[in-house]
């Protein structure tokens, strides 16, 4: 990795490298991301309500625990100076105040006429994964 301006470049990730990046959620974290997003589902930031739900309780946006991966993508692996193109994602698990979620990246492919890498991203509680998915990144070639 070069320097804060620029991670990887696509010519040194190789399949089976990863990276992660972990953070305790918050009830300040919920309240800052309901605010960004505009999202104030009641089962995220109304206690009352959220208990009479499946849930027993408030749970954090299933995004907010996606956007650790952008986290891992955009600062760790590839890092800065990546291009996000395409992300999918299963939510398996709510996530809970208190919890701390393990976003984690791994290399799983690379398309070298378009420059794209593709990683497994994976976000985890503990042993159970919360969210699973695959993201295709932009990642810039050496200069």
Known sequence: MSDDLHGYFFEELEAGMSASFAKTVTEADIAAFAGLSGDFNPVHVNEEFAKTTM????????????????????????????????????????????????????????????KFVTFKTTCSVGEKIVVDGEATILVPSRP
């Not at 309780?57 to 996606?66: D, E, F, P, T, Y």
């Not at 890092?79 to 976003?103: E, H, M, N, W």
């Open 55 to 114: 849930f027993k309780g408030r749970i954090a946006h299933g995004m907010l625990s996606a956007a650790f991966i952008s986290t891992v993508l955009g600062m760790r692996m590839p890092g800065p100076g990546c291009i996000y193109v395409s992300q999918a994602l299963k939510f398996k698990a709510p996530v809970r105040i208190g919890d701390t979620v393990a976003a984690r990246v791994e290399v799983v492919g690379k398309v070298p006429e378009k």
